[in-house]
């Protein structure tokens, strides 16, 4: 099974900062088969990236994902409000498919 | 519009059996997996296993091989989770979700809250 490792547990940001979060895994994950979700308060996840780098539908262009093999990342840009929240990056290309721990990025 | 409605929220005693339920709609429901997913109190997600519709091929995760079952009905579009004995441990929220074609999880359930308590 494929460990994932999140780094920072937390980031204190303000709006308006870059925010830079990290997902490492314990064996390369297969064709970057990684994706990244952000989850709310009282609310499901919602997909953010896949494929590593590929933006989902309707999501703004703040997000951007990048990496391969054991390290992947995921950029904000620019903190919206509405951006303050937790991020799983998972991956999907090994049985079971398996998630991080979360980054809680919250608000300075 | 592609949607996955679950059950409502449960209590339920230690020892007791359990199935919650996922229906989806606006999509073919044969076509695509439909996995479960665990989040237990103020903590993260995890991946539970998931099954295809379509002939029934099930995969569980080591995690929760044994402890739980999944299934579905196609003639209805709903999937299931089950319990035959519920533990205090088990008490978590419950989410179904839809795998688009290259394995990501695009559509989510709402959640069920499942609470067990003596």
């Known amino acids: 099974e494929i460990v994932l490792t999140q780094s920072p547990g937390t980031l204190s940001l303000s709006p308006g900062e870059r925010a830079t979060l990290s997902c490492r895994a314990s064996?390369?994950?297969?064709?970057?088969?990684l994706a990244w979700y952000q989850q709310k308060p009282g609310q499901a996840p919602r997909l953010l990236i896949y494929?590593?780098?590929s933006r989902a539908t309707g999501i703004p262009d703040r997000f951007s994902g990048s990496g391969s093999g054991t390290d992947f990342t995921l950029t904000i840009s620019r903190l919206e409000p509405e951006d303050f929240a937790v991020y799983y990056c998972?991956?999907?290309?090994?049985?079971?498919?398996?998630f991080g721990p979360g980054t809680k990025v919250d608000i300075k | 519009e592609v949607q996955l409605v679950q059950s409502g929220a449960e209590v339920k005693k230690p020892g007791e059996s359990l199935k919650i339920s996922c229906k989806g709609s606006?999509?073919?429901?044969?076509?695509?997996?439909i996995g479960w997913v665990r989040q237990m109190p103020g903590k993260g997600l995890e991946w539970m296993g998931i099954?295809?519709?379509?002939?029934?091929?099930?995969r569980y995760s080591p995690s929760f091989q044994g402890q739980v079952t999944i299934s579905a009905d196609k003639s209805i579009s709903t999937a299931y989770l089950q319990w035959s004995s519920l533990k205090a441990s088990d008490t978590a929220m419950y989410y179904c979700?839809?795998?688009?074609?290259?394995?990501?999880?695009?559509?989510w359930g709402q959640g069920t809250l499942v609470t067990v308590s003596s």
């Open positions: 979700a839809r795998p688009a074609l290259d394995g990501t999880l695009d559509y």
């Open positions: 606006g999509y073919s429901f044969t076509s695509y997996w």
């Open positions: 099954i295809y519709p379509g002939d029934s091929d099930t």
């Open positions: 064996q390369s994950v297969s064709s970057s088969y």
């Open positions: 494929g590593a780098s």
């Open positions: 998972q991956q999907y290309g090994s049985s079971p498919e398996t």
